[in-house]
């Protein structure tokens, strides 16, 4: 009755449009537009991947399954200040920040996915000790901080 490789390929979907989706939000938030439609959606999509990644079997804790946990955490973080403070004061810079975390640690996971399916990329990084695969994660890292950093500050401007 559960058909693994169709709930996978939904669940791929869903954490690619999560990604599209904070991508565009995070430009838009540089450019000081608050996109808050933009930013449900993302919002909406980022639980839809976490949750959906806990529906998978499996016989032990991954690393996978920390991520998911954080990402959870973070998005909490984000609805508290969102709709429960109504993005007042500080809780503006919460919000943007922890939706910036969210999308990086989706952007984390799919880089990992892709340099372990695809066979070009996995050669240049076959293992998690691998240079290929610290340099890439490092550069993903670099990018989102000073992504993250300009959105946050191009969110409170617009505030």
């Known amino acids: 009755m559960f058909d693994l490789k169709t709930f996978t390929l939904i669940h791929v979907i869903i954490s690619l449009l999560a990604l599209v989706a904070g991508l565009a939000l995070l430009f838009a938030w540089r450019g000081g537009k608050a996109q808050p439609g ?3 959606a993302t919002l909406v999509l980022l639980l839809a991947t976490s949750i959906t990644g806990f529906m ?3 016989i ?3 690393p996978s399954h ?3 946990i954080l990402s959870l955490i973070l998005l909490a973080g984000t609805l508290v200040a969102r709709w429960s403070q109504r993005l007042a004061g500080h809780w503006l810079t919460v919000y943007g920040a922890t939706l910036a975390i969210a999308v990086y640690l989706d952007a984390f ?3 990992v996915q892709a340099l372990q399916k695809i066979p070009a990329l996995n050669a240049l990084a076959p293992s998690d000790k691998s240079p290929g695969f610290m340099i890439t994660q490092g550069l993903l890292l670099v990018v989102f901080v000073l ?4 959105a946050v500050r191009g969110l409170r401007g617009s505030a």
């Not at 992504?147 to 300009?150: A, K, P, T, V």
Request: proline share 5%; hydrophobic share 65%.
């Open 38 to 40: 933009l930013a449900t």
């Open 147 to 150: 992504l993250g950093r300009s």
């Open 60 to 62: 032990k804790f991954l």
């Open 56 to 58: 998978f079997p499996f």
């Open 66 to 68: 920390a991520f998911g």
């Open 109 to 111: 996971v799919a880089l």
